[in-house]
Nanobody, 116 residues
Framework: QVQVVESGGGSVQAGGSLRLSCAAS????????MGWFRQAPGKERVFVAR????????DYADSVKGRFTISRDNAKNTVYLQMNSLKPEDTAVYYC?????????WGQGTQVTVSS
């Protein structure tokens, strides 16, 4: 069982920045594929960004390209999502997910609210 815990959400004005953190348990964090999803009120959960294991490939949703940056620190068992130039439409609960040997472990989510 892998525990996933997000932190760093909050409220910010449009144009501001936030950095989300996601800590995952386990001794082999470098072998986890990690990702971020978000769910706005009344909408489905959608993909935001992912970073493959061992500093592999990175992908972003078109809506966040150029504004969000995903990174990982394997020594700290942590993945980050740096969010810049935030827009009101970025308001959502952000979820971190760890992909481990074909199983996906989700965190509880952290709220991000962007006001205009």
């Amino acid at each position: 069982q892998v525990q996933v815990v997000e932190s760093g959400g909050g409220s910010v004005q449009a144009g501001g920045s936030l950095r989300l953190s996601c800590a995952a348990s386990g001794r082999t964090f470098s072998s986890y594929n990690m990702g971020w999803f978000r769910q706005a009120p009344g909408k489905e959960r959608v993909f935001v960004a992912r970073i493959a294991r061992s500093f592999g490939s990175i992908d972003y949703a078109d809506s966040v390209k150029g504004r969000f940056t995903i990174s990982r620190d394997n020594a700290k068992n942590t993945v980050y999502l740096q969010m810049n130039s935030l827009k009101p439409e970025d308001t959502a609960v952000y979820y971190c997910v760890a992909g481990v040997a074909g199983t996906y472990y989700w965190g509880q989510g952290t709220q991000v609210t962007v006001s205009s």
